[in-house]
């Protein structure tokens, strides 16, 4: 093998992040984080013109900022054979034919921006195109969500036709950041197939948006090049080599091969500000009731892949913390809610949620659905409630684990990974007490990183394929949390409760009454 890098850059919500690994020994030989200029816009635009509720935006050229400062960071003169990105999705963006996003150029636009995948407002669109039906659903449990991209770019058709017509490309975020690094619209499959309902074959759905289709492009399957790095961005960032970019990988995607998982029966839980579940399949089957969907090629070649995730995960946690603080640093804030939290038998807060915090993608697809704590009383704590959130979070992954599993798919081994699994024991230790399960945590730094770096050494031909990308770059040891039996009976009990709380339909019914807006 010759001598050289890999870069692995990891795009997230509120910052990217990126890895340089030395192709020949596998080490991380250096990492770079770079926030987003203007992070998460729900409130303003950046000229201060306020946005309505529900509402989640980013500027598209902070995401090329972010590439230009971790390219320079990590990469300058080095040798580098393959760069990998993942990005969070579904967050696409309107843009001109030659890649400027139209929030350049009608910047007081809010469709003009990038929908974020926690946009919400996107709800009601979505509902219409599930009541209309059709085929495109039918992999998709016959619902589509209000962060994907259909639902998106109805909503922008409808409130800003004249913007919708002025657009020549709706594009995921992550695919046009490949087309600025290469010059190249290189569509991945990954994006296509879970957030845009492209099938192999048949391509997108049809006669959902005016003039959709010709915004699109039809894609290719994840670990292809989709160029090399441009001569610009060479002279802007110092890269030298090769530098072949692969093609865009949705973020909670790309980890897979950083966490050896890439043979049927391994379910992974990327456990970030929300979670998204994967579980890996060598045959097709029907999707089982309440998953989010399946394709085949979107993930790791040759593999069909089930998704299903929580709307919510790192980010109820954090809400709680900065809600009521215990301390000034946020890290104490954790450190000591989670000492308080662990203090308390299962069952003991007498508190039962639901982690709809942010909606419920399982088994309801419905974003407008809100959180729920039952049992408070005049001896309820702060650590009551905050482990009440985090057993929350355990039920609903356990909901999504017992929906898989009705489906017949194999579940041999359950891998959750990112920070929240290596930086908080006592969510592990719940996790394999409420799923009845052993809980693998991959000891590895900056995983999702990593995956995106041996996807960049398989566009590059680094290596012959994922097996051997992930033997040599990833993970090569795992922590284990094994079931307490004693809580997990108690849990039991507990976890009925859930079930029976998520499936009243008055509840539900009184959260959308609760969150309409006023007539």
Same mark, same amino acid.
């Given at each position: 093998?010759? &001598? ?40 303003? $635009? ?13 500027? =598209? ?23 990998? $990105?993942? !990005? ?116 997108? &759905? ?5 003039? $959709? ?20 961005? @060479? ?40 979670? =998204? ?5 060598? @045959? ?49 804030? !954790? ?9 308390? =038998? ?16 399982? &088994? ?33 992954? @356990? ?9 017949? =798919? ?31 945590? &991959? ?28 033997? @040599? ?47």
């Amino acid at each position: 093998m010759k &001598p050289g890098y890999l870069i692995g850059l990891d795009f997230g919500t509120l910052s990217a992040r990126g890895v340089l690994v030395c192709a020949i020994t596998g080490k991380i030989e250096a990492s770079h984080t770079h926030a987003y200029r203007h992070g998460v816009m729900n409130e303003a $635009l950046p000229d201060g013109a306020k946005l309505p509720p529900l509402w989640a935006l980013q500027n =598209a050229p902070d995401y090329t900022e972010a590439a230009e400062a971790i390219l320079g960071a990590v990469g300058r003169g080095k040798i580098v054979h393959g760069i990998g $990105l993942g !990005f969070t999705a579904s967050s696409p963006l309107p843009a001109r034919a030659d890649g400027a996003p139209l929030s350049v150029l009608y910047p007081d636009d809010p469709h003009a921006y990038v929908k974020l995948w926690k946009h919400q407002s996107a709800q009601a669109w979505a509902a219409r195109i599930n009541a209309a039906g059709g085929d495109f659903l039918r992999d998709f449990g016959g619902k589509l969500s209000a962060e994907w991209l259909l639902a998106k770019a109805a909503q922008i058709a409808d409130e800003a036709p004249t913007l919708w017509a002025a657009a020549d490309r709706f594009i995921e975020a992550g695919d046009w950041l490949v087309w600025q690094l290469t010059g190249q619209e290189v569509r991945s499959l990954g994006f296509a197939a879970y957030k845009a309902q492209f099938v192999p074959g048949v391509g997108y &759905p049809q006669g959902i948006v005016p003039h $959709l289709r010709e915004k699109l492009s039809d894609p290719v399957p994840v670990g292809r090049a989709a160029g090399a790095l441009t001569a610009a961005w @060479r002279e802007r960032t110092g890269v030298l080599g090769s530098a072949i970019v692969a093609v865009a990988v949705i973020d909670s995607h790309v980890v897979m091969p950083a966490v050896g998982a890439i043979e049927p029966g391994v379910l992974v839980g990327a456990l970030g500000t929300s979670a =998204a579940f994967l579980l890996l399949d060598d @045959r097709a089957r029907p999707l089982p009731a309440g998953i989010e969907g399946v394709a085949k090629d979107g993930v790791l070649p040759g593999l069909w892949c089930y998704e299903a995730g929580q709307a919510a995960f790192g980010d109820t946690l954090d809400w709680f913390v900065r809600t009521f603080p215990k301390a000034s640093e946020p890290s104490q804030n !954790f450190a000591e809610y989670n000492a308080a939290a662990a203090l308390l =038998a299962p069952g003991q807060n007498q508190l039962v949620a639901l982690d709809w915090w942010n909606g419920c993608r399982v &088994p309801l697809g419905d974003s407008s659905l809100s959180g729920l704590l039952v049992g408070l009383n005049l001896k309820t704590t702060a650590a009551g409630i905050y482990r009440a959130l985090l057993e929350s979070l355990c039920y609903g992954t @356990r909901n999504i684990v017992e929906h898989l599993s009705a489906g017949g =798919a194999p579940l041999d081994r359950i891998l959750l990974t990112s920070g929240l699994s290596q930086n908080n024991p006592l969510l592990m230790q719940l996790m394999a007490n409420v799923l009845g399960r052993d809980i693998l945590v &991959p000891r590895i730094d900056h995983a999702t990183a990593v995956g995106a770096a041996i996807h960049g050494a398989v566009a590059a031909g680094v290596v012959d394929g994922y097996a051997e990308g992930a033997q @040599r770059y990833g993970a090569t040891s795992f922590l284990k949390y094994e079931t307490d039996k004693t809580a997990l009976a108690a849990y039991e009990i507990l976890f009925k409760q859930y079930q029976i709380l998520s499936g009243d339909r008055s509840v539900r019914e009184s959260m959308h009454a609760i969150g309409a807006k006023p007539s």
